[in-house]
């Protein structure tokens, strides 16, 4: 059954388009048959069966002249087709800048990562994903870009946590995220977030903080000074619950840490 849903995927991904049955020998069989022609014939007829078997006419699976192809009657709704229309309407500066913000939520929504989980593994599934990959990320700074008001800004900053989510490891995109969260004044949170990628950075990638993280650094410390009002204020934010395990922190940290320290035995001798 593997193989006739492989040639769906394949056909689907490439709808209302003619493709050669040599290229589908190659992505399905690859050199793996001795008659490959036949076995690919076998293939159509079996997934012609199993989308009759689903309600869906078989005749949708067509050959002509070596080529084969998918083509459905009526309107038919696929994901990356509604994806790709969405992103290229968000494109359009000449369109208006609440409609293009619309749009872009619209493609956002659309996108859980990756791309036809189960045939990851195959080199053209591959090359489809890493450019959806880019197209998302686009439309995540494109979204950014066009907000106008607080009302947008709080919209985006949940399709922010799902991108930093899906692709921990893009600095733009967590950058764009800790700065959401510092204009919705939600200070802690951002600080929060960004002890989380430095320390990811320095645990797992053994690399430290860019200029750009710094200085998104300063800003954001300067803005808890608009929120706490007291030292237990101060306090609330920054205690934790009683931990024994190692404290890791970044260079930076430990080099403020090492300052105080200092300072305090040289003023309490």
């Known amino acids: 059954r593997s193989k006739p849903i492989q040639l769906l995927q394949y056909l689907l991904t490439n709808r209302e388009q003619w493709v050669q049955q040599d290229e589908l020998v190659q992505i399905l069989l690859s050199g793996e048959d001795s008659s490959p022609i036949n076995t690919l014939k076998n293939i159509v007829y079996r997934l012609r069966k199993i989308l009759l078997a689903g309600g869906i006419k078989q005749e949708c699976v067509k050959y002509s002249r070596g080529s084969y192809g998918l083509f459905f009657e009526g309107d038919i709704h696929i994901d990356i087709e509604l994806f790709d229309s969405y992103n290229k309407k968000s494109q359009d500066i000449y369109e208006d800048k609440e409609q293009r913000f619309a749009w872009c939520l619209d493609a956002l929504a659309l996108y859980r990562g990756g791309f036809l989980e189960r045939a990851s593994t195959k080199p053209w599934s591959t090359w489809i994903a890493v450019r959806y990959q880019e197209k998302y990320i686009d439309c995540v700074k494109r979204v950014v870009s066009l907000v106008e008001t607080k009302e947008q800004e709080k919209a985006v ?49 053994g690399v430290g903080p860019t200029d750009r993280m710094r200085q998104l650094r300063s800003q954001i410390s300067g803005g808890i000074q608009d929120v706490v009002e007291s030292v237990a204020d101060v306090r609330s934010q920054i205690s934790e619950e009683r931990n024994e395990q190692p404290f890791f922190s970044s260079l930076e940290t430990f080099s403020r840490i090492y300052q105080f320290m200092v300072r305090h035995m040289e003023r309490s001798k």
Do not use: F, G, S, W
Request: glycine letters at 0%; proline letters at 2%; charged letters at 30%.
């Open 157 to 205: 900053l949940e399709h922010l946590q799902k991108a930093v989510t899906l692709y921990p490891y893009e600095e733009d995109l967590y950058l764009l995220y800790i700065e959401a969260l510092y204009r919705l004044n939600l200070i802690k949170e951002a600080h929060q977030e960004y002890e989380k990628i430095e320390t990811r950075l320095m645990n797992e990638l």
